[in-house]
């Protein structure tokens, strides 16, 4: 069972005896690219 909170997207498994595995989705992999190609570090 996967629950989503109101302050996001993120998520909580429960595992078993009160542990939880609690995660976010990740970004997309377009905009990682994009922002690489966006943000180029030129040597000095």
């Known amino acids: 069972m996967v629950t989503a909170s109101a ?4 998520s ?7 542990a939880f595995v609690i995660s976010k989705p990740k970004r997309n992999k377009a905009k990682k690219r994009a922002n690489k190609l966006k943000n180029v570090r030129r040597a000095r």
């Open 7 to 10: 302050s996001g997207d993120w």
């Open 12 to 18: 909580a498994r429960p595992l078993g005896s009160g």
